[in-house]
């Protein structure tokens, strides 16, 4: 051989192919193997190339083959991968590279390697990640774990999984979720039937002690314990042989278990662990999230009850007492035996006309306040009108509304929130503020929607307490309204719930909200949110020539 360093004797092909790490295959036109090197005997599971020689070769060599797409959890390659099962032994999974010798007959030399491992711990990595945007969907709780034991057995190849959760009491474990395993309503109550009749169940012992237990063969025991009579035909139906049951760790106590169920020959290695371990983890989060969740609407809930009771106490109570002393008056009246006054009548029937006009204004002012999602279906300028005429009927208060265009073109859901915004800030005013007029403006202006309501009521300073030092009064006042956003003690507002819920409220579309009080001036709430942006998609026209439809991003 031209040019070889002197000294070193030459190295035969065949001695290198002998020697190389990766397989190395010569393919027939037909696809069947004609030569194989020793590693490439190994890894296709032969004990001798004869026995391969001849067979049909996994690889897909056409030329116009597709070029391999990386994944988000691959690395670019021109690698394909073909699947094999050797004569005995489990599914392998072969990446490989195909040339054609230039001449001859047609003959393809293929280089391969086992990729089994490897693409493996790609999905379990990618069925943790998959999971772990779970606990933000849409979905309830149920259907969030029964995602997760789907990964789980879709990864991992597992025969079932179960995963099942402790209730508040941290006393009683429901199914919430499955797969792999028939869906059985009695399969709980069979298994404390089992617990009664002696069986361990090492799922419990997994919530005691909060750490993964393995038991190999598990169903080979369970088989052949009469304990377990009334789960026998149910957990034969599964071709399963180890039994693992990893907690669910929450806020550092296990409220819950996930159960895995491994098929005959499945080994439970230290990374069959750690991937259980982080697919628990998941749904450990996604059970924290949903309980977090429930309390918090539950809090929203009891904060809506008692504001409720409030006002009712406040207005419609005492209006209604109101109007039950008249009653009683009129009956004192008629118990006399005389004539009763015609004046007198008509003062009393008056009194009550008027009182009961006051409580059926403050009733529709309240069906207002909580069904906001049907007014704001005939657009939010038409709400917040409805909402004055019917503040303003019920209170005497004078309130001008000032409306710019556009505001039909607010999605409903934002327009909800808005109202809702609006809705509290003119409840404080009528309670607290002791106004005669209130002014809304509500507009758009570029890509924000503007909000305000201002009030001449008694503003910052309650009028039964003592003047404040002119200079104290101005730094204080420079303090109040520095920063926008920040909530402000003054008597004329409600700084409890209603501010917390309308700073959320405009929070949760990217806006900010600020309030500012001036005494004898009256209090102003100011809302400002961005609107999503229209941005085109590239200047393509659609199939049937049109122009693109363009996407809505928020920035």
């Known amino acids: 051989m031209s040019g070889s360093p002197p000294g070193f004797p030459l190295v035969g092909w065949q001695e290198i192919a002998a020697v190389a790490p990766d397989g ?26 004869s026995e391969l020689l001849g067979a049909e070769a996994p690889f897909a060599l056409a030329e116009a083959a597709a070029a391999f797409q990386a994944g988000l959890l691959e690395e670019q390659s021109d690698e ?38 490897e693409r493996h711990r790609q999905r379990r990595i990618a069925a943790i990640a998959r999971t772990s945007i779970a606990p933000a969907a849409e979905g309830s709780l149920g259907s969030t774990l029964d995602a997760v034991a789907r990964q789980i057995v879709r990864t991992d190849g597992l025969a079932g999984v179960q995963i099942l959760i402790l209730d508040g009491t941290g006393r009683e474990l429901r199914l919430m979720a499955s797969a792999g395993l028939r869906q059985w309503d009695a399969f709980l109550d069979r298994l404390l039937e089992c617990r009664d009749r002696g069986a361990r169940l090492c799922m419990l012992d997994t919530v005691n002690e909060g750490r993964p237990i393995v038991v190999p063969h598990r169903w080979a025991q369970i088989r052949e314990d009469p304990a377990w009579q009334p789960l026998h035909a149910y957990l034969g139906e599964l071709n399963w042989d180890s039994f693992v049951s990893v907690p669910l760790m929450v806020r550092g106590r296990a409220g819950g278990v996930l159960n895995a169920y491994y098929a005959p020959g499945q080994e439970v290695g230290g990374r069959t662990l750690e991937f259980l371990a982080a697919m628990a983890e998941q749904a450990a989060l996604a059970v924290d ?23 009712l106490h406040d207005s419609i109570v005492q209006q209604v007492f109101s109007i039950g002393m008249q009653a009683n008056a009129v009956g004192v009246l008629g118990t006399r035996g005389g004539p009763v006054p015609a004046q007198a009548v008509r003062r009393f029937a008056d009194e009550v006309g008027s009182l009961s006009q006051s409580v059926l204004a403050d009733l529709r002012a309240m069906v207002h306040e909580l069904r906001p999602s049907s007014s704001t279906r005939l657009g939010l300028e038409d709400a917040v009108s409805a909402l004055v005429k019917s503040t303003e009927n019920r209170t005497g208060i004078g309130f001008r509304l000032v409306c710019g265009e556009g505001l039909d073109a607010v999605e409903a859901e934002l327009a909800e929130d808005v109202y809702r915004i609006l809705a509290e800030a003119i409840h404080n005013v009528v309670k607290h503020a002791g106004a005669s007029t209130v002014t809304l403006r509500l507009g758009l202006r570029g890509h924000t929607l503007t909000a305000s309501v201002s009030d001449n009521g008694r503003g910052l300073r309650d009028p039964g307490a003592p003047p404040a030092a002119p200079a104290a009064e ?16 003054t008597p004329s507002w409600d700084h409890g719930y209603g501010l917390t819920t309308m700073r959320e409220r405009t929070e949760r579309w990217g806006g900010t909200m600020r309030i500012s ?27 049937d020539g049109s122009p693109p439809t363009p996407r809505a991003v928020r920035i």
């Open 80 to 117: 394909q991968v073909a699947h094999w099962v050797p004569a005995s032994g489990t599914r392998r999974e072969l990446a490989y590279r195909a040339r054609g010798l230039p001449a001859g007959p047609p003959l393809t030399v293929v280089s391969f390697r086992d990729v089994t491992d």
């Open 289 to 311: 999230y949903a309980t977090l969740l429930q309390r918090e609407r539950e809090g929203a809930r009891r904060d809506e009850r008692q504001r409720l009771a409030r006002d």
């Open 24 to 49: 190395l295959a010569v393919v027939d036109g037909a696809g069947r193997f004609v030569q194989l090197n020793p590693a490439g005997v190994a890894l296709l599971g032969g004990r001798e190339e």
């Open 474 to 489: 101005a730094e204080a006042e420079a303090a109040r309204t520095s920063a926008p956003g920040s909530a402000h003690t």
């Open 517 to 543: 009080c001036r005494a004898k001036s009256g209090t102003t709430v100011r809302v400002v949110i961005p609107l999503p942006v229209q941005v085109p998609q590239p200047a393509t026209e659609t199939r």
